[in-house]
Each structure stands twice: as C-alpha cells, then as structure tokens.
C-alpha cells in the first residue's frame, strides 16, 4: 500500500518543508489573530502560557499518555 513509498526520513523532511510552507504563508493571519484577536497577552504572559503548555504535555507523556501541545 502507500505507506511504504518513502522512508522515515524522506517523509519527516517533506512533512516538515510543508509545515514551513504552511508558517510562511498562511501562519501569520493565524498567528494575529489568535495571539491578538482573541486575548491581549504581553511576553510574560505568553511565556507563562506556553511553559504550563510544555509541563502538562510532558507530564501527560511521563504518564504514558500521548498528548499532542494543542492538547495541552
């Protein structure tokens, strides 16, 4: 089937060409608008966000429970 047609590199490298093609051109309306249009944080604020963000993820995965950061 098609899950074998390139390997574990070929397809990490592509995925991650396409998730900068993504942040490039489609990342910053995104970015505005949840990062500004929806609550006004300053930077201690969103580094506090995204520090509980990255403890409760590897906290979930320390439990054994996968947990993706949108998750989190």
């Known amino acids: 089937y098609g899950l074998h047609k390139m390997s574990e ?3 990490g490298f ?3 060409i396409v998730m900068a093609i993504g942040a490039l051109t489609w990342g910053r309306p995104i970015l505005d ?3 500004k249009g929806l609550v006004d944080l300053d930077l201690n604020m ?7 963000q990255s403890i ?3 906290t979930a995965a320390w439990c054994g429970y996968p ?3 949108n998750q989190a």
């Not at 969103?46 to 509980?52: F, M, N, P, R």
């Open 9 to 11: 590199i070929q397809a």
């Open 14 to 16: 592509l995925g991650g």
């Open 33 to 35: 608008k949840v990062g």
């Open 46 to 52: 969103g580094v506090g966000a995204k520090l509980a």
């Open 56 to 58: 409760t993820a590897h």
């Open 67 to 69: 947990t993706s950061m």
